[in-house]
């Protein structure tokens, strides 16, 4: 029954898209505007329709519904409901559902919201997202169907992938990533829509997109951060970034997208950069299709990948659907994006974002070389090799320390023409306070040469970015005679973008230290003790009180208790590092513990352990400035929100 | 002009320079990790451990974070605490204790698991390309940029002289719209 | 209209989109060895659990590659974690039985586990047919460039690596490597390998 309705939806959703998605172009082609109400509905419907399919999947999870092929890949009795009903995204096909369900939702906010827009840019970007949906539903009802019969119902199913249920960030960070990824599909449809009616070449279309775009880019680096998080909460290796293939993937269209957020305002204040700025829309999509066709087909070796099957060829297809189509939009329009303005001056804060972008393309560019060059190098040499942490971090820290330097100066710079002078003497807090985080850094003992450059060029940026705050306060309060606090309010509201785009940096900046921090002064030690015995990290001192072990409905855990002793030998913090096995699962899953302070972490893995309890072997590992990466998140967040928050003035 | 062309190639030189930095304190890898040591590693309590150790301990990680963690992809030995990861590190201390260079140790591991298990390809031969194509986009691209912002000024400055003086006197006064002083507005 | 640009998009599209195509042929997991056709590295490791009839040997022998000099050796790595390692564990007793007689040796090698669990688990089994040695450190397991458990090597005559198989190892198909090996040294007795053991 569940599964009927389900594949019903889907099939009238497929329908709907088709037809809506050509609606739109012959009604335009023929002069038949009144068809166009067609093409809204189809979104609409689309919506519902997937909606129901969704909820359908979610009720059979929720009831055990192992009739359902997909019930029984992911689902388990011994599950608790929380997990079994987020796994919805924990495998392929449910994982697709629940993309579609996004995408769909996103396309009907879009035409709701532009519903009264005159001109045909709405509706040709509605076709545009019916017929991505459309990609979808045909995955959905093909190589990636949830919903198959299952004949005999098995009684009990294996239950979901061991890594995605040992933590609570599993039920935040794929949804936030699917927000930001699927999200980029709307300002690519955007363009597509300008690209068909011929509003390319005017700004109309870009101001639109801008907000959308924002609003992806913050659900995308909320996701990054939230990955980043869950991977240091489960994994036990103590680290949060890896450069895994899957990371890269959701990386990569964050960095175009990035481009293209500080490149658009070349475009509006100037008319210029239209070609480049429609190239980035284009191509930050194309990218979150690369990377969903990465992890989703199996071509390249993940921890995160999904199995594979024929849905690589799918995706190859829709990829090369996707290219082939924008660059003859493109060509075709190029006369209406040819740039008509020019520059005042040199030193100018347009000049900067130039050089951001072109900063901000080759480190995208370096990390999906290192990224596909496995496959590249097996192609040529026959050979396997890998291409991991050392070479990215060789590669792109010279570029991440050139675009702190960049995201200090920009700020600094008026448009049209600014003066070296005056960006000397602005510099020199922030000169001030690099050179100072420089030296004690170099005090504290590291001789990590990008360690000290990071902290160097963040508290140069992170200085020139607060005196803007400082020189807008100032002024207002000369001219306003308001109060600090007043001041800052209304230096928001007069400029909500601009100032939060600075809170923006701001939080990249303390993700930034919090990164330099913890990979320049990680400490680790580990040790085997008895219980009653003490290790000594730094600062640290752990007494491990017992090693015991507990049986859960969908699992074994082992555990240590681990006591954190202060100077007096009093134990003021308790750590419990456990190792959880599934029946599944030829490997205990380490599940480490974290102690946070706002000044850093003490995290706690238990590698090892007697099953008599006599002993186990713990490994501490001293993490400092890490909680700042989780926080910077939140701020960058903050200012995305700041940034794009809808008002009458601006709208 | 000359002064944003002087900018760029300052630019370009620190971002050219770093990987170079970077070569050259790879050399000296062992010497500075050394140097960290007695933080990265402490001294059991009571116990001491000997210079030769500490230096050992460093190299070991130095040399342990290169190589990849065959049942965890993506990791390195030094990273992963899966057990194979730990008698990885284990294999590399003794056969640097035992007096083998670094690239000797590189090349057990490589006889053993293939190039595969360097995390960083070997920078000769064809893989030199992963690492020379963002060098050659870097460079071709500031180039271009170059080339841009100096076509685009000049088009204002070969423009009417007296626009850019208008321009001028007008910017003192439209200037903050969108310049520096805009939080007054 | 600037088709030379979108058609310069579009060629630079295509060897990518090919690269792709081809890569999906390929499984990114599987990783060639580099260890067929050169010298196995040696070992000389502690038997734990004894095998049965003929093929046993006394728990705490020793037994070393170089004393086996002119046998087929057969080098499976396994655990009593490995779930794998259950299906290949009759098909290899039963091979192993059946070159009781002909110079080939079977030796179990067991990963990153303990002696007691791994002789709990070939109590399980209905035993082993042939010995297994304990590998401390996975020292060995490292020389030979170990994944993961199952993994089988075949060792000829001369003490080269023949052969590598990864996951759970069938009958029929080691049957076919030794054979081929055995047929091989028959037909060449001008290069006749040492004795087999002592």
Redesign the interface.
């Known amino acids: 029954m569940t599964r009927l309705v389900a594949v019903d939806a889907l099939w009238f959703a497929l329908i709907a898209c088709a037809v809506g998605g050509i609606v739109a172009p012959i009604a335009i082609a023929r002069g038949k505007r009144q068809w166009l109400p067609f093409a809204q509905a189809a979104v609409y419907a689309n919506f519902a329709l997937v909606t129901i399919a969704t909820g359908a999947m979610m009720w059979a999870l929720a009831t055990h519904d192992f009739s359902i092929s997909y019930v029984a890949q992911v689902g388990s009795r011994a599950t608790p409901l929380f997990y079994t009903v987020i796994s919805l995204w924990g495998a392929l096909e449910g994982s697709i559902l629940f993309w579609a369900w996004v995408l769909a939702l996103y396309s009907a906010i879009v035409v709701y919201t532009n519903r009264n827009r005159p001109g045909n840019l709405v509706p040709y970007a509605a076709s545009a997202l019916l017929i991505i949906a459309l990609f979808f539903h045909i995955l959905l009802v093909g190589p990636a169907n949830p919903f198959h019969l299952v004949s005999p119902v098995p009684l009990d199913g294996p239950g979901p992938n061991p890594l995605l249920q040992n933590h609570i960030l599993m039920a935040v960070h794929p949804p936030l990533l699917y927000l930001g990824y699927v999200g980029m599909s709307v300002p690519f449809a955007f363009a597509v829509g300008a690209l068909l009616s011929g509003e390319a070449g005017s700004d109309g279309w870009i101001r639109l997109t801008r907000r959308w775009t924002l609003l992806a880019w913050a659900f995308l680096a909320a996701a990054i951060i939230a990955g980043m998080w869950w991977s240091y909460e489960v994994l036990g290796w103590g680290g949060y970034w890896a450069w895994d293939p899957v990371e890269n993937a959701s990386f990569i269209p964050f960095l175009t997208a990035t481009a293209f957020l500080h490149s658009v305002m070349v475009q509006e204040r100037r008319g210029m950069l239209k070609l480049w700025n429609i190239n980035l829309v284009v191509g930050t999509f194309a990218l979150t299709i690369l990377g969903t066709f990465l992890t989703r087909s199996g071509i390249i070796s993940s921890v995160h990948a999904f199995t594979q099957g024929t849905i690589g060829y799918y995706f190859l297809a829709f990829i090369a659907v996707v290219l082939i189509g924008s660059a003859i939009l493109i060509a075709g329009n190029s006369d209406s994006l040819r740039t008509d303005g020019r520059f005042d001056a040199p030193v100018a804060r347009e000049s900067v974002f130039l050089l951001n972008n072109l900063l901000l393309t080759v480190f995208m560019f370096t990390v999906l070389v290192g990224t596909l060059f496995p496959l590249v190098a097996e192609a040529a040499r026959g050979v396997k090799v890998s291409v991991g942490e050392p070479f990215f971090n060789r590669m792109t820290l010279p570029v991440i320390v050139a675009l702190l330097f960049l995201m200090g100066v920009g700020p600094a710079l008026p448009w049209k023409r600014g003066s070296i002078e005056d960006l000397k003497v602005k510099m020199i807090p922030g000169t001030i306070v690099g050179v100072i985080l420089a030296a004690i850094v170099l005090l504290l003992g590291t001789r990590n040469v990008y360690g000290v450059l990071a902290f160097a060029f963040a508290g140069f940026a992170g200085t020139l970015n607060i005196g803007e705050y400082v020189i807008g306060v100032r002024a207002r309060r000369a001219a306003h005679g308001e109060s600090v606090l007043t001041a800052l309010r209304r230096l928001f509201g007069a400029n909500q973008r601009r100032y939060g785009g600075y809170v923006a940096h701001l939080g990249i900046i303390v993700v930034a230290v919090g990164i330099a921090a913890s990979s320049t002064f990680r400490t680790e030690r580990e040790a085997t003790l008895k219980p009653g015995e003490t290790m000594t990290l730094g600062k640290v001192t752990a007494r491990l009180k017992d090693v015991w072990g507990r049986n859960e409905p969908q699992r074994d855990v082992i555990g240590a208790t681990v006591e954190l002793l202060a100077a007096s030998g009093e134990p003021y913090a308790v750590l419990s590092p456990r190792m959880n096995i599934y029946p599944m699962s030829d490997q205990p899953i380490p599940t480490p513990d974290v102690r946070s302070t706002p000044f850093g972490d003490t995290y706690m893995n238990l590698m090892s352990f007697r099953e008599d309890g006599s002993s186990a072997t713990i490994k501490i590992i001293n993490e400092p400035l890490v909680p700042w990466i989780w926080f910077g998140g939140g701020v960058i967040c903050l200012g995305a929100l700041i940034s794009g928050w809808p008002t009458r003035r601006s709208a | 002009?000359s002064?944003?062309?002087l900018?760029?190639v300052a630019?370009a030189a620190?971002?050219l320079a770093?990987?170079v930095?970077?070569a050259q304190?790879a050399a000296q890898t062992a010497k500075?990790a050394a140097?960290?040591a007695p933080?990265?590693?402490?001294p059991?309590?009571g116990g001491t451990i000997s210079a030769a150790d500490s230096v050992l301990e460093a190299r070991t990680s130095a040399l342990a974070?290169?190589l990849?963690c065959?049942?965890?992809?993506?990791?390195?030995i030094q990273?992963?605490?899966?057990?194979?990861a730990?008698?990885?590190r284990?294999?590399v201390r003794d056969h640097l204790a035992a007096g083998k260079t670094d690239r000797e140790v590189r090349a057990y591991f490589?006889?053993?698991?293939?190039?595969?298990?360097?995390?960083?390809?070997q920078p000769y031969g064809?893989?030199l390309?992963?690492?020379a194509?963002?060098v050659f986009?870097?460079v071709g691209?500031?180039g271009f940029?170059v080339m841009?912002?100096?076509s685009?000024?000049a088009?204002?400055a070969n423009g009417v002289a007296a626009e850019g003086a208008a321009?001028a006197i007008a910017?003192q006064a439209s200037?903050p719209e969108?310049?520096?002083?805009?939080?007054?507005? | 209209m600037n088709w030379r640009r979108a058609s310069i998009a579009v060629l630079g599209a295509v060897p990518v989109i090919a690269l792709f195509a081809w890569g999906l042929t390929r499984d990114p997991n599987e990783i060639v060895s580099p260890l067929p056709g050169r010298q196995a590295p040696t070992f000389a490791l502690g038997v734990f659990a004894s095998g049965e009839g003929t093929l046993a040997r006394p728990v705490g022998d020793t037994i070393a590659l170089d004393r086996m000099r002119g046998q087929v050796v057969v080098l499976n790595f396994w655990a009593s974690w490995c779930l794998a390692c259950l299906d290949e564990h009759a098909e290899l007793s039963a091979a192993a039985l059946r070159y009781a007689e002909r110079p080939v040796q079977f030796v179990g090698v067991l990963y990153n586990d303990v002696a007691a669990a791994g002789t709990n688990w070939i109590a399980r089994q209905g035993g082993q047919a042939y010995p297994s040695v304990l590998d401390p450190g996975a020292r060995t397991a490292i020389d030979y460039g170990l994944y993961g458990v199952p993994e089988t090597f075949v060792i000829d005559g001369a003490g080269r690596v023949v052969y590598k198989h990864i996951g759970p190892v069938s009958a029929a198909l080691l049957r076919m490597k030794i054979d081929s090996l055995l047929a091989a040294s028959a037909v060449a007795p001008a290069a006749p390998a040492l004795d087999g053991p002592r």
Do not use: H
């Open positions: 002009m002064r944003v062309a900018g760029i630019v620190m971002l770093a990987p930095a970077r304190s500075d140097s960290q933080a990265a590693v402490r059991p309590p974070s290169t990849r065959p049942v965890c992809q993506g990791l390195s990273d992963s605490p899966s057990e194979l730990q008698q990885m284990s294999v490589i006889s053993k698991y293939g190039e595969w298990i360097l995390l960083s390809p064809f893989n390309l992963v690492y194509l963002p986009l870097l691209g500031l940029v841009k912002v100096r685009w000024t088009v204002s321009a910017g200037e969108q310049g520096t002083a805009s939080p007054v507005d």
